[in-house]
């Protein structure tokens, strides 16, 4: 269970290479392991350059798209899990797991305690979990604060001491790596404190909870295909208690007529979980007797700000439904857009805009429309029509847009291009924010929050 | 060189980590390794300059110190930087440490008579065990159990006797590094005692508490194994963990109660640790659990309902790694099914990261299941994931290529099911249902490969799913063909995709080869595209003409021919035909029509390669039948990777024409043989383990001491029958020792030449032995072994020994050896000997047994230069004794 080595490679589209390495690290002691457990069909790992280069041809990050190349497309070389082969040296580099995220690519090759002569499967890897921890440890890291060049630099540099703290030796002792400073660092716990608690809260006790919902939908408007909607939450806590171990259940609750929470995941700090909890699940038909709470979460919190739990839930309805009408008539297309909010959604948004964009069609020339409330703005080169509908809607609930718009079809290279949207085939896509509310209900208030500490905490939520 | 400032180094450790190869090579190892060693002691540096160093140790000490020895002075090296340091803080103590362990453990210096491990392991032990609180401490406390964690990683069974110290530690500091330390030594410990099996030295005499025992005495190497563990596990696990054939290890019940108790106190303990500690603390109790009879994976049981709960991906592997290792014992088939639920809910779960998620649905298609029906290592659907269990993870169109392609995976298993099941015709609408979603799928896929700017990456996607499809698709022939249709379509929009679709063939086996290529054939014949799309044309052609009807493919190929073009083009041309050459219908006008085809090209091209290629298909055409024209044209398997197409198509037929480089087939024996006169014969056997004919073997003496060997004819050999014997007439020059040099030309009843090198043959000085002539009947008095005695000197030599035959061993000696060659004799105790070595030498020996301590031998030879070879004879002779 460890890492043969890690890389953070960084993706410069339009630079000779394409890319560089901006860190590395290898681990000589889990790559002699490597050796005796793949026998002979160990592959040594390559230097940076040319590692660099095999992987950004393999996610095909290069320009050279050109040719059919059998290693990267060949139809039945379908990587899984972001797990890759990279050829290097006239053999197969596996397993690769690589994520992308932000131009950036971050890379780890997990020990194989077997051999690889055929690849066996994923799950019998025991690395490769810990590989995952490992790079979402490390996203989380380069995800946090500004993303500035300097800002990167900065990380990239500090690397090295964090790994010889977190993973000295290719295994991962920590998925952590927002840390204030190493010589307090967690994992050099004082005796029973747990591990991933760097340290104890001094002060002003407080518990902030906050409950934040997405919601995911796509309508069609066609009998075949239904439509699809779909909630999900994050939990996210702040709490700041003296003692050791301080004990905090939370329970979240749902009023009379709210959406069962679902699928829920739970930080790992929680200590238990009732059985109807985890075995509540999407995939059951829903019906009245599904269980409706209170979702009682008993945990030990850590220092740090931490998503207690994501779920999901199937509302009824969706809380904006829509309509989208497309005409291709001549050289120009005839568009109508419907929306209508849900009378049980809270009418008072942060923002609320709907996007519609034309592929495949070149730049807009030429736009005359009609809103019944908001103002549209026009993005020419971008081949996009925002419309701003603002905080509310107005009391009928519901809003139109009609217009008819015209393209250059000749400018027709940098405009965006879509193997999907073709034709008739679009939509609109709606961008919104609603402050203090969520959609199932979902609430927790200062009665849901029990402390098993000294003092008594502020509890906001 | 002088010593450099930090930006030097800084300059150099970037070179390093950027090509670490080329720079040893450039900079030598040796002194760079040396530079680094007495830069950590120097004062110039600062601190965070010497922890790069160690960085640059720590990362790449197998390039500075290529050799054990070497690395073991570094070790050395390094403890005494370490011994240096004063005793405040200093950042440099944990690196220090690090970097010992990591080129001890490394470049192969880990081992029980080295000075070093056993330095390096009393520091590491001393500094685990530290009691002193403080920041500092407590690191460098952690980082010696991480320390001890890995040189036990890479030499498992190394700490198994310094068991009760760890669990001692463990107890009284509890922290995760000493828990993750006490864990991998007491799973080592136990494997190592169940591989020893059952006569193992001792139990777990180490596990009961006993603090302040043993340490830091002498190191008990007796559980350490050699290094990592051979990998002999079953396929598709994991390496090495103990599954002994011995069966699970038996404990007393005093040891295997105090086991179940450092277990359960572990397990408890086990929230404390980080998410990624947990999975690997639970992942090795499982095999700790595993590994000993009679111990219950319930105690698990607590943990696992917690972790359940969790959004870890590590935590959720941990679970399903206990489940595959426990099955039953652990979860009930509710349990099983609730299991597959959450993981069903986490491979759609909108909150994890699509990786995560992907990670997941792979879990699904390789779940460890309490009763699977299909074969392991496989993938496949488990049982209980019923078709509406994964309506939420049908693919989309909107959905990453990834998602879209590990759902559509899924879909098809599911779908394969389904529709493999012939009694279930309850589900048919779900089954039209799901198969109509998977082909209006597909068919949004081609559309999009379709378009004419459509990047690769969709076109890949296009044909990745349609491999998968194919799969599930083979009992549906309506499917099968809309999905042919499509593609032909695909094919006729946009020609350019040639190359996947030669490769979609080639995967996809013959359920969608057979229709896809007879669809893609039309197509092409058609013309579709014009003219630049001539070329793709005549790559599918190529890959599929061969299998279809002639006529339609020759008609296209005359009306190429009239366009012209470049040497590549000739070339792809002549693919085509050759494709034609090893098809199958060869019926009708068609080849009258192909013959001219290949006498217009052999005619006609500009290049004269290409003409010259024409013909030789023309006159092998013309010339062959069927059967050994595809023979001659058809691929051979063994050089895949040659570039150019000539060599490639040419080297089937090639191979029967030139020898081939082969193992050998058969075995060379020595049989002794005793020759009276000259010349020496050499007795070998020949057997041969397959069928061969006309066999030559040819026989090399390495060496101008012999006359060439005649190489020796046989004309068959068959595996079972009695072994060929062969006399070999050997002629030395000069009667020394030496080798020969054996190889064989033989055919194979496949037509094959073949030919193998054999192991090489030693010829022994004692093989060249020969008794003296037989007096010729002119002479009347042959000589005495007191006139050949005196006869040696003074052109020979003489010398003298001392053999350690004792007792009756010089009778023994000489009936085994010098029989043939004893010219006068008094048993046991006096023996005269005369030897002949061809071509003109003569060895003469007098043993005589000196009481009991051993025998005199005096030894006279008329030829000095064989008197070193007589005295390494007879040492060798003591020496076997």
Request: glycine share 8%.
């Amino acid at each position: 269970m460890a890492q043969r080595a890690i890389w953070l490679v960084s993706h410069e589209p339009g630079t000779p290479h394409g890319g560089t390495v901006r860190f590395s690290r290898r681990y000589p002691t889990v790559e002699k392991r490597a050796k005796t457990f793949n026998g002979s069909s160990y592959v040594p790992l390559p230097e940076d350059d040319p590692f660099c280069k095999a992987l950004l041809f393999e996610l095909r990050l290069l320009d050279d798209d050109k040719d059919f190349v059998e290693s990267r497309d060949g139809c039945s070389r379908i990587s899984k899990a972001s797990v890759y082969g990279l050829p290097i040296g006239g053999k197969e580099l596996w397993p690769v797991l690589a994520l992308q995220k932000n131009g950036l690519i971050y890379v780890s090759v997990p020990l194989v305690e077997q051999t690889l002569s055929a690849h066996p499967p994923l799950i019998s890897i025991s690395g490769i979990s810990q590989a995952f921890d490992l790079l979402f440890g490390l996203i989380d890291f380069f995800d946090s604060g500004p993303r500035t060049e300097a800002d990167l630099s900065t990380k990239v540099s500090q690397l090295p001491d964090l790994l010889l703290h977190i993973c000295p030796f290719g295994t991962l002792l920590d998925s952590n790596f927002l840390l204030d400073n190493f010589s307090n660092l967690s994992i050099y716990q004082a005796p029973k404190q747990p591990a991933w608690k760097a340290g104890t809260y001094k002060g002003k006790p407080q518990v902030a909870v906050s409950i934040t919902e997405k919601v995911k939908s796509m309508q069609y408007d066609k009998r075949e295909v239904a439509d699809m909607w779909q909630v999900y939450g994050t939990i996210t806590c702040k709490c700041d208690l003296e003692g050791v171990m301080p004990n905090v259940t939370i329970s979240l609750n749902l009023p009379t007529n709210g959406s069962p929470l679902q699928d829920i995941l739970v930080h790992p700090c929680v200590t238990s979980l009732d059985s109807a909890v985890l075995t509540s699940s999407s995939v059951d038909i829903m019906d009245d007797s599904a269980f409706s709470g209170p979702y009682k979460f008993p945990f030990t919190p850590p220092l740090e700000s931490f998503h207690l739990c994501y779920y999901t839930s199937q509302v009824p309805v969706p809380p904006i439904l829509g309509f989208y009408q497309l005409k291709e008539e001549d050289s120009q297309l005839k568009i109508t857009v419907h929306l209508k909010l849900h009378e049980s959604v809270k009418n008072c948004f942060e923002y609320c805009e709907a996007h519609i964009p034309f592929y495949n069609r070149g730049p807009i020339t030429h736009l005359e429309y009609k809103v019944s409330f908001g103002q549209v703005e026009v993005l020419r080169e971008k081949s996009l029509l925002i419309w701003i509908i603002g905080q509310k809607f107005p009391k009928s609930l519901e809003i139109n847009l009609s217009g008819t718009v015209n393209f250059n079809t000749m400018g027709h290279q940098k405009q965006p291009v879509d193997t999907i949207c073709i034709g008739g085939t679009t939509y609109v896509k709606l961008y919104f924010r609603i402050p203090d509310y969520t959609l199932t209900g979902c609430y927790a208030d200062q009665h849901s929050v029990q402390v098993f500490a000294s003092g008594k905490p502020k509890i906001t939520t | 060189m002088g010593p450099r400032s930090a930006d030097a180094w800084a300059r150099v450790l970037a070179a390093l980590r950027a090509s670490p190869a080329a720079f040893v090579a450039r900079a030598g190892a040796e002194a760079l390794a040396a530079e680094l060693l007495s830069e950590l002691r120097s004062e110039r540096l600062s601190e965070p300059t010497k922890v790069s160093l160690l960085a640059a140790i720590l990362e790449f000490p197998t390039q500075l110190w290529p050799d054990p020895t070497a690395a073991e002075a570094a070790v050395s090296a390094l403890l005494d930087t370490l011994a240096l340091l004063p005793p405040r803080p200093a950042a440099l103590r944990r690196p220090l440490l690090l970097a010992a362990t990591s080129v001890l453990a490394s470049c192969g210096a880990l081992a029980p008579a080295s000075a070093a491990t056993s330095r390096l392991l009393c520091v590491l032990l001393r500094a685990a065990a530290g009691r002193a609180a403080g920041p500092e401490q407590r690191a460098v406390r952690a980082t010696a159990c991480e320390c001890l964690r890995e040189l036990e990683s890479c030499h498992p069974g190394l700490l198994a006797g310094q068991l009760g110290l760890l669990r001692a530690l463990q107890d009284t500091l509890g922290t995760q590094a000493h828990c993750l330390l006490f864990v991998l030594t007491l799973r080592d410990a136990l494997g190592a005692l169940a591989r020893a099996g059952p006569g193992a030295p001792a139990g777990l005499h180490g596990l009961p508490d006993s603090p302040g025992a043993q340490w830091p005495g002498p190191w008990d190497w007796s559980l350490a194994g050699e290094d990592v563990r051979d990998p002999a596990a079953p396929v598709g696990r994991e390496g090495g963990r103990p599954e002994p054939s011995a069966g699970p290890l038996d404990l007393t019940p005093p040891e295997a109660r105090e086991l179940r108790a450092a277990v359960s106190q572990l397990l408890d303990a086990s929230y404390l640790l980080t998410p990624p500690a947990q999975a690997q603390m639970l992942q090795q109790l499982s095999q700790v659990l595993r590994t000993v009879r009679g111990q219950p994976p319930a105690l698990l049981k607590p943990q696992l309902v917690r972790l359940l709960g969790t959004a870890r991906v590590s935590l959720l592997h941990a679970v399903l790694a206990s489940k595959d290792a426990f099955g039953e014992a652990l979860f009930t088939a509710q349990d099983e099914a609730l299991l597959l639920r959450r993981l069903v809910g986490a491979a759609q779960h909108p909150a994890l990261p699509s990786p995560a998620r992907l990670f997941c649905l792979h879990c699904l298609l390789h779940f460890p299941e309490n009763w699977p029906l299909g074969p392991a290592g496989e993938e496949g659907t488990p049982v209980l994931l019923t078709p509406s269990l994964a309506t939420g993870l049908l693919p989309s169109l909107l959905q990453d290529p990834p998602d879209l392609l590990a759902r559509l995976h899924l879909l098809c298993l599911l779908c394969g099911e389904e529709l493999g099941a012939d009694g279930r015709r309850d589900c048919q609408g779900t089954e039209d249902q799901v198969l109509l979603y998977l082909q209006g799928l597909l068919a949004s896929l081609r559309q999009g490969a379709a378009q004419p700017g459509a990047p690769r990456s969709s076109v890949t996607l296009c044909f990745r799913a349609s491999y998968l499809a194919t799969r599930c698709l083979a009992s549906h022939p309506g499917a099968l063909a809309q999905l042919t249709k499509g593609l032909a379509e695909l094919y006729q929009a946009r020609p350019c995709l040639a190359p996947h679709f030669v490769d979609l063939l080639e995967q996809a086996g013959e359920v969608l080869a057979e229709p896809l290529g007879k669809a893609l054939q039309q197509v092409a014949v058609a013309g579709a595209g014009g003219a630049q799309a001539l070329q793709w044309h005549l790559q599918i052609l190529t890959k599929v003409a061969g299998g279809q009807p002639l006529g339609p493919t020759l008609g296209f190929l005359w009306a190429a021919l009239g366009q012209g073009g470049d040497w590549a083009w000739e070339q792809a041309l002549l693919g085509a035909c050759r494709a034609l050459l090893r098809g199958t219908d060869l019926s009708g006008a068609g080849p009258r029509n192909l013959a001219n085809l290949l006498q217009e090209l052999a005619r006609g091209l500009d290049d004269p390669d290409s003409r010259d290629r024409g013909r030789l298909y023309y006159s092998l055409f013309t010339h062959l039948s069927g059967s050994k024209l595809g023979s001659a044209l058809g691929p051979t398997r063994s050089t895949p990777m040659l570039g150019s197409s000539l060599v490639e198509e040419n080297e089937g037929f090639a191979s029967a024409l030139t020898v081939q480089e082969a193992q050998a087939p058969l075995q060379l024996r020595r049989v002794p043989q005793q020759a009276k006169e000259p010349p020496v014969i050499l007795g070998l056997t020949v057997e041969a383990s397959e069928i061969l004919y006309s066999l030559e073997l040819r026989f090399r003496v390495l060496g101008p001491h012999y006359e060439p060997l005649e190489a020796v004819q046989v004309p068959c050999l068959r595996p079972g029958a009695s072994p060929k014997l062969l006399l070999l007439p050997l002629e030395p020059r000069r009667p020394y020792p030496t080798l020969l040099d054996v190889s064989v030309l033989y055919a194979t009843p496949g037509g094959l030449t073949c030919y193998a090198q054999l192991p090489s043959l030693p010829i022994a000085f004692a093989d060249l032995f020969l008794p003296l002539p037989p007096p010729s009947p002119e002479v009347t008095h042959p000589p005495t072994f007191q006139e050949l005695w005196a006869s040696c000197l003074p052109g020979g030599a003489e010398s003298c020994m001392w053999g350690p035959w004792q007792g009756q061993a010089l009778e023994t000696l000489v009936t085994k050896h010098w029989e043939p060659f004893v010219m006068s004799a008094t048993p046991p105790t006096s023996y005269r000997v005369a030897i002949r070595l061809p071509p003109s030498s003569q060895l003469l020996l007098q043993l005589e047994a000196a009481g009991e301590d051993g025998v005199r031998v005096a030894l006279r030879t008329d030829d000095w230069a064989i008197l070193p070879l007589a005295g390494e004879y007879l040492r060798g002779l003591g020496a076997t004794l």
